[in-house]
């Protein structure tokens, strides 16, 4: 019988050769090990079911059952952390940020196709991102994404309507008490733009659709993202909020002119910069700067790059995601300018990393349930 405190993780692949080499990742690991393998999805459906791991990795494409399919009928039948293994292909592309909407928690993206002789140039980063999964409580996984709803615009002003989705506003659930209250006056720049600022990470693109889809095509300010995901991953989830949203959403490039209604995904190996332009703003996808605590993008290196710019007030949102990117650009933030700071509360975040690490500053403003955050930002637009 094993009395071990390791985390328990089954490794789903049909490749026989793929399951030999993740499973000796773990051979020595402190703490995950390997109870079992599984070739296909209902292998692993099967296998789940016999030996409860706390964590599994799946690769997407497999015969009888795929990754995809077997992923929808876990979250339904036996919820389990599940970390996908993808190729960086655009269809690959796809399959991942479907398999983070059916609820894989994380992704890892093989350096060279199906079979990877070179898999160890992930090993670390593998290892460290199952760790981390096996943690993550069961309850957050089953979290459905709710659809998004209107907010209804200024009398006279036009709504986007061609990209909303026919089906009721969900019920707004109750957050967590705000560290503000809602009451509260915002004492903002009469000459100022607006600008919001979003960084976030393991978990990100179910949260990102939470928040982007219910922000209304008439928000008066531009929008910057850094999610951590590798390059080829940004695009195709800007393309996949872009089509559900009623703002417009697109990966950031070098030189695109800040537009209210517009939200900018960093792209993946860049970091993402503002310089102004006359009396206009433009973007900068910077690969010259090292990357911050081992990300670029970094939620903190724009942060602190906004933060030199005056021209700004900044609405701060800090979301789901390993470590602690954000805290140290919030403080720079704070110090320069009129911002105010949004967390995402511990009870929706996938990972309370970055936004526990964000509270810690003590200058967060307002804590919120993830479905709450588009209304919490437009609540200091006004």
């Not at 996908?84 to 894989?104: C, F, I, P, V």
């Not at 393991?202 to 993202?225: C, F, M, S, Y």
Request: aromatic share 6%.
């Amino acid at each position: 019988m094993n009395f071990s405190n390791k985390s328990k993780l089954l490794v789903v692949d049909d490749s026989a050769f793929m399951r030999k080499l993740i499973s000796d990742f773990f051979a020595n690991d402190s703490k995950v090990e390997v109870v079992g393998t599984a070739r296909n999805g209902k292998d692993a459906i099967k296998k789940i079911q016999q030996l409860k791991p706390d964590v599994v990795t799946m690769d997407v494409e497999m015969p009888e059952m795929n990754g995809l399919e077997a992923l929808q009928e876990i979250m339904q039948v036996c919820p389990v952390p599940v970390v996908m293994l993808s190729s960086t292909t655009q269809r690959g592309t796809d399959n991942t940020l479907t398999a983070m909407e059916y609820g894989a928690v994380d992704f890892i993206t093989k350096p060279s196709g199906t079979i990877s002789l070179d898999l160890h140039k992930i090993q670390n980063e593998l290892v460290y991102k199952v760790a981390q999964a096996a943690q993550i409580p069961i309850a957050k996984l089953k979290k459905p994404i709710s659809r998004p709803y209107v907010f209804a615009p200024p009398v006279g002003q036009p709504i986007k309507t061609e990209k909303l989705v026919s089906s009721p506003a969900p019920v707004m659930k109750k957050s967590i008490p705000p560290i503000v209250t809602a009451s509260k006056k915002v004492d903002w720049n009469n000459n100022a733009k607006k600008i919001i600022l979003i960084g976030t990470s393991t978990g990100g693109p179910r949260a990102l659709q939470e928040v982007i889809t219910k922000i209304p095509a008439n928000i008066d300010a531009p929008i910057l993202v850094v999610q951590h995901m590798p390059a080829g991953f940004t695009k195709s989830l800007a393309t996949r909020l872009d089509q559900l949203s009623q703002i417009h959403v697109k990966e950031a490039e070098q030189g695109d002119i800040l537009q209210k209604g517009t939200a900018y995904i960093a792209p993946g190996g860049y970091h993402l910069k503002l310089r102004k332009v006359g009396a206009t703003f433009a973007i900068v996808t910077d690969q010259t700067e090292p990357p911050r605590s081992g990300h670029r993008p970094s939620v903190d290196v724009m942060f602190e790059d906004v933060s030199q710019y005056s021209d700004f007030d900044k609405i701060a949102v800090v979301m789901t995601g390993m470590g602690y990117d954000g805290a140290k650009g919030l403080v720079a933030l704070k110090k320069t300018g009129n911002v105010m700071a949004i967390a995402e509360s511990a009870e929706t975040c996938i990972v309370y990393g970055m936004p526990k690490a964000a509270v810690e500053t003590q200058l967060v403003d307002e804590v919120a349930d993830v479905d709450d955050i588009a209304q919490t930002i437009m609540k200091y637009m006004s």
